[in-house]
């Protein structure tokens, strides 16, 4: 799967709601911050910042990361960058596994693809990393 893709790829231009409807979607959630049309969230990654999924891919604190997505909220592993609730990145892959880092992140709600596991993680076609906590 890439994960650099042209910002107006055609495949990136699908959608399954419009902004508005996400922002009230993920306010009922009551599960993340929404400001200025962002949501934050988290992402359990390696102790290097490599990806669990994809270990060539390592994050950097204030990159964009741009891949496909899949909008199918009945789609619980379909492609995209997946991000948590602070509790949800604390306990991937693995409740017991004590070496990673929490990235926190930012995604713009154009950019929401799908909410998941009962809105505990979002699937996303693009990502900020904005911290490591």
């Given at each position: 799967?890439?994960?650099?893709?042209?910002?107006?790829?055609e495949?990136?231009?699908?959608?399954?709601?419009?902004?508005?409807?996400?922002?009230?979607?993920?306010?009922?959630?009551?599960?993340?911050?929404?400001?200025?049309?962002?949501?934050?969230?988290?992402?359990?990654?390696?102790?290097?910042?490599?990806?669990?999924?994809?270990?060539?891919?390592?994050?950097?604190?204030?990159?964009?990361?741009?891949?496909?997505?899949?909008?199918?909220n009945?789609?619980?592993?379909?492609?995209?960058?997946?991000?948590?609730?602070?509790?949800?990145?604390?306990?991937?892959?693995?409740?017991?596994?004590?070496?990673?880092?929490?990235?926190?992140?930012?995604?713009?709600?154009?950019?929401?693809?799908?909410?998941?596991?009962?809105?505990?993680?979002?699937?996303?076609?693009?990502?900020?990393?904005?911290?490591?906590?």
């Amino acid at each position: 799967m890439g994960r650099y893709l042209e910002e107006n790829s055609e495949v990136n231009k699908q959608t399954d709601a419009d902004k508005e409807t996400k922002k009230q979607h993920i306010s009922q959630i009551g599960l993340y911050e929404i400001e200025d049309d962002y949501i934050t969230a988290y992402k359990s990654v390696r102790m290097n910042n490599s990806s669990w999924c994809d270990a060539s891919l390592i994050y950097e604190i204030g990159k964009d990361y741009l891949t496909f997505c899949d909008y199918n909220n009945d789609n619980k592993r379909g492609p995209g960058f997946s991000a948590w609730t602070i509790d949800g990145a604390q306990n991937y892959p693995s409740p017991t596994l004590n070496n990673r880092n929490i990235l926190k992140v930012k995604i713009h709600l154009d950019d929401l693809g799908a909410c998941v596991h009962n809105g505990h993680k979002l699937r996303c076609k693009k990502l900020t990393v904005i911290d490591k906590i």
